[in-house]
């Protein structure tokens, strides 16, 4: 689908929610692409993915009514409320930035709140794309990780997954938690009596004073890993392969859109240079027969993750976004809309 079948598609009957929804019509600001389009991965069988923005009406930016977000599921839209998108912006989340980033014949809307947010994109880039892509970046490779382990490996092994899953997850909540170490939440692997199972995880925790709402949340996390292995069960083998394929073009796709931002490069939603590559990815050329992947691939991400920790390292980007201006941004804009 090119960009004049995808206006014409906009224009029909299944996407008059736009026109005549109250909270989208006159007040998107930006409407744009999604998905494969917007990274230029698309081939003929893709889904249409659009994503927008929506300006709040008066009474929702000086009242007490609120807009948070429109979704249709049928048409794979979904159309942020500005309060909303500045928030995501702010921690510069790989879902929402790449909005501001796709290209110019793909904004279908683009009206002049939505340039000046557009024109601006720059104060909402910081150093908190090291872990936010690369957060997303490790989602995805953990996803593939748990179907592999799922496919092809005996469950003493499938366990040693489950628990590096954990151990990566680990970091993340050592920084979000009061403080504990790897010692006093202490992961590891042994045998077991188990029915089904030769060895299991388990755990050894040296805790005091600590509180409990915080460790609530650590266990609930590290409890959704092991939940996420359970609930795969037996693939269909093409679709699942190319889910697997599809994780694994993310996965590189995050690492390189991360570390441009890094670099000072900007937002980059369609990969031009990479798009062979990506499409290669998809298309199964690093998964093998029985369903893993060639050491090739992993060598791939492991250099793709040190280039973008490498980037974050040297980055001329601020630790975090400037918070005065991007709010003087957000008086601008609102100001335009109430004075319309």
């Given at each position: 689908?090119?960009?004049?079948?995808?206006?014409?598609?906009?224009?029909?009957?299944?996407?008059?929610?736009?026109?005549?929804?109250?909270?989208?019509?006159?007040?998107?600001?930006?409407?744009?692409?999604?998905?494969?389009?917007?990274?230029?991965?698309?081939?003929?069988?893709?889904?249409?993915?659009?994503?927008?923005?929506?300006?709040?009406?008066?009474?929702?930016?000086?009242?007490?009514?609120?807009?948070?977000?429109?979704?249709?599921?049928?048409?794979?839209?979904?159309?942020?409320?500005?309060?909303k998108i500045i928030n995501l912006l702010l921690n510069c989340n790989p879902n929402v930035i790449e909005i501001l980033g796709t290209r110019d014949e793909h904004l279908?809307?683009?009206?002049?709140?939505?340039?000046?947010?557009?024109?601006?994109?720059?104060?909402?880039?910081?150093?908190?794309?090291?872990?936010?892509?690369?957060?997303?970046?490790?989602?995805q490779l953990r996803r593939l990780q748990n179907a592999l382990a799922r496919d092809n490996y005996p469950q003493a092994e499938k366990e040693q997954h489950i628990l590096n899953s954990i151990m990566v997850q680990m970091n993340h909540l050592q920084k979000h938690y009061k403080e504990f170490t790897n010692e006093d939440i202490n992961l590891y692997i042994d045998k077991t009596d188990r029915e089904g199972y030769e060895k299991e995880i388990f755990m050894d925790i040296r805790l005091n004073h600590y509180p409990l709402r915080d460790f609530k949340n650590i266990y609930s996390?590290?409890?959704?890993?092991?939940?996420?292995?359970?609930?795969?069960?037996?693939?269909?083998?093409?679709?699942?392969?190319?889910?697997?394929?599809?994780?694994?073009?993310?996965?590189?796709?995050?690492?390189?859109?991360?570390?441009?931002?890094?670099?000072?490069?900007?937002?980059?939603?369609?990969?031009?240079?990479?798009?062979?590559?990506l499409l290669e990815i998809r298309d199964g050329k690093y998964q093998k027969e029985d369903g893993s992947f060639y050491k090739e691939f992993f060598a791939m991400v492991d250099c793709l993750e040190k280039k973008l920790k490498y980037a974050a390292d040297n980055s001329h980007l601020p630790n975090k976004p400037d918070f005065n201006k991007i709010e003087e941004l957000v008086i601008e804009i609102n100001k335009n809309r109430l004075i319309k």
């Open positions: 689908m090119d960009t004049k079948q995808i206006k014409q598609k906009l224009q029909s009957k299944e996407y008059d929610f736009l026109r005549k929804n109250k909270h989208l019509g006159d007040n998107i600001m930006l409407l744009t692409t999604g998905g494969s389009h917007a990274y230029g991965t698309n081939v003929a069988t893709s889904d249409l993915d659009i994503r927008g923005i929506a300006i709040e009406r008066e009474n929702e930016i000086l009242g007490l009514s609120n807009f948070e977000q429109f979704d249709d599921k049928a048409t794979d839209t979904t159309i942020y409320s500005f309060r279908f809307i683009l009206s002049e709140e939505g340039k000046l947010l557009r024109d601006n994109v720059d104060l909402f880039l910081s150093k908190k794309a090291l872990n936010s892509f690369g957060g997303y970046a490790t989602a996390e590290m409890s959704n890993v092991v939940k996420d292995y359970g609930k795969l069960n037996h693939r269909n083998k093409k679709k699942s392969d190319e889910g697997l394929n599809k994780h694994a073009m993310h996965l590189v796709r995050l690492l390189l859109m991360g570390t441009e931002i890094l670099e000072g490069k900007g937002i980059n939603t369609y990969r031009k240079k990479d798009r062979e590559q």
